[in-house]
Structures are given as C-alpha cells and as structure tokens.
C-alpha cells in the first residue's frame, strides 16, 4: 500500500496569492512566525512600527492559546476534557467564536458543525499518521457530531458539552477572527495599510500609497503555491479559500482531503475543489469557505446570495468557475485554462 501525505505548505499556509503591486514604503514593516497552526505573515506597508507587529502577534499567540483543539491548557481543550462532565468557563472571544461557529452550523443544518473534532481526530489529516479510518470508528465518530446539543449559558460564559467524548474544533473559523483581531489593532495604531495573510486567509486593510487597488490572487488549485487562476480587485477586504488541495493524502491511488462531511463521515465529494469568499468580515469568510465548499454549487450558491456584501467564487473538477451575483465586478479569470460557466 503506498501512502503520500501533502501538507499544504504548512497546514494550509499561503492558499491565495496576494499581489501588494506598489513600490516599497518606506514606512513598511514585516514579520511572519508559525503560529494558529501555519504560517502568518503581517506586512505594514505603510504607517507601521516593530511594536505594533509585536502587539498583533502577541494577539495571535493569545487567539491560539484560547481555542487550539490540538494544545494542552487552552479553553477549548478544557472544554473538550469536560464533555459529558461540567460546563466550563470561557472568554469573551472564546464564546463568541463558539456562537458564531455554532451560527453558521445552523445557518448550514450541520454542513458546518464545529463538533466535527472527533471525526477531525480519527482521519488525522495533515499529519502523517492520516489514513482511511474502520467505517465502524466513523460510525462511532459521527454519533457524536451534532452542534444542537452544544449548551451556551451567556451571562456565566460557559460552554458545556453534554455527551462524553463531544469534543469542539474552531480551526475552521478561528483564523478569521484572528485577522479581524488584527484589523483592530492596525486601526487602534492609525495604520495606513498592511496586508494580513494567516496562513491564506488574507485581509488587506486600508488604502495602498499609490492609489491603485488592491489585487489579490485565486490559488491554481492544481499547481504549486504562488500559481493563481484569476485576480480580486477592490479596496480593503478580506478573501479566504477553502479547497481540496489544502491538505489531504493519498491511500491505494485515492485522495482524501480535510473537509469532512458531517453526514458520510468521509471527505466531501460534490464536484468542487475550490471556493473562495471575498466579503468584509474575516471570521464570517472563514466560515463561509468552508460551509459553503460542504454544501456544494447549488446550496452553497443559495446560501451566498442570501447574505449582503459577499461574493463567491466556485472552482469544480471540470476547470469551470462560478460567480455568485456581482463577483463579475470584482474578480477577474486570468488563466485560460479554466472557463467562466453560468450558474442557473
């Protein structure tokens, strides 16, 4: 049996291509660590200082040593180890990414739930002990899965899980509100612009010195980082790519990839490889990505047109790119080899 694990560069670092396209300021500032489990680059292009990078990665250290699933001693492993037990207690931000998980879990029926970790758990993808689990661990697995059972109590702050072995896991959206964290701070210093990119979920903020907008690239999901298929132009906004390239291995000449179905138990199989969303809010782009790459084209497409100021961008197994309504103002198909189709 031959086995190939593919990281992703570093758990899914780098999905989208930004493209900065100005002269360098001389104001700019720049700094990337290994943090939220990949690799985050902060770039200050203009009206930035060293300690401000300090305080944005402080932040992240902070965002991460609160909701890891995968580290000791953060609140949500405290809340994993108590399932079935005791609520527990929670930060403020820790709670709200919970309620906004659980928001778009049911926003979504369960296609994006974050009690997903005990099936995130069992395919362990992204390591190199990931393999194709017994169906009757799956089985197991996804008797635990269910967001409605998840209890917020919000003037104690806590969180319980009522059934033992219920384990919550915020890697689908904790990065979004961790740029949305960051932008607080560029506009708490008077940051004139800076490009925040959290292992792919890239927030551009502010205005660029030269005027011109800024342009941000769609990742080639079959080629190698740095390759991309078409160009996101506009002014301060954020862009988050969830795919099938990401991280994933491959078993007996099959690819399975990260994004679990909550009703199979398997990877998602709907014919898409890549969605990107492009809207304001990082943390709503973070779960938009993935709630609507597990809904598939139609749902998905339905679920993106009834939400205000987002737009995406759908890449499925046959090379052809859908826009959800207006993205045509914004996106720009640069490779010819994929096709623009018309969804209907």
Not at 311 to 338: C, E, H, R
Request: with cysteine; glycine share 8%.
């Amino acid at each position: 049996m031959k086995r190939l694990v593919k990281f992703g560069c570093l758990a899914g670092a780098f999905c989208l291509l930004f493209c900065a396209c100005e002269s360098k300021p001389e104001a700019e500032v720049n700094r990337s660590d290994f943090v939220l489990g990949t690799v985050c680059s902060i770039s200050i292009t203009s009206g930035g200082t060293e300690k401000i990078l300090d305080e944005a990665f402080g932040r992240l250290r902070e965002i991460e040593n609160r909701m890891s699933a995968n580290k000791e001693g953060t609140e949500i492993a405290a809340i994993n180890e108590a399932s079935g037990k005791k609520p527990v207690t929670v930060t403020p931000d820790t709670f709200y990414v919970i309620s906004k998980a659980l928001e778009y879990a049911q926003k979504t029926n369960g296609a994006f739930d974050p009690t997903v970790e005990p099936l995130v758990k069992l395919w362990n993808i992204g390591s190199e002990d990931a393999k194709v689990p017994p169906l009757s661990k799956i089985k197991s697995a996804l008797a635990l899965i269910d967001y409605k059972k998840v209890q917020m109590d919000p003037d104690k702050l806590t969180v319980y899980l009522p059934v033992p072995g219920m384990r919550l896991d915020l890697g689908a959206i904790a990065k979004g509100y961790a740029a949305d964290e960051i932008e607080k701070i560029m506009v708490a210093n008077k940051v004139k612009s800076a490009i925040i990119d959290l292992g792919g979920n890239v927030f551009v903020y502010g205005k660029k010195k030269d005027g011109t907008p800024w342009r941000v690239g769609i990742q080639n999901p079959y080629s190698d980082r740095g390759e991309y298929i078409g160009l996101v132009t506009g002014g301060q906004m954020t862009v988050v790519t969830s795919g099938v390239y990401e991280r994933y291995f491959i078993e007996n000449g099959k690819r399975y990839h990260h994004i679990l179905d909550t009703k199979t138990g398997f990877p998602v199989d709907n014919g898409l490889i890549s969605v990107s969303i492009v809207t304001e809010s990082s943390i709503d782009a973070d779960a938009l990505s993935t709630s609507v790459f597990a809904l598939g084209l139609d749902k998905g497409m339905k679920l993106v047109e009834s939400l205000k100021d987002v737009y995406a961008i759908f890449i499925d197994s046959n090379n052809k790119v859908y826009l959800s309504p207006g993205t045509n103002k914004i996106f720009t198909l640069t490779d010819n080899k994929f096709s623009l189709s018309d969804y209907k």
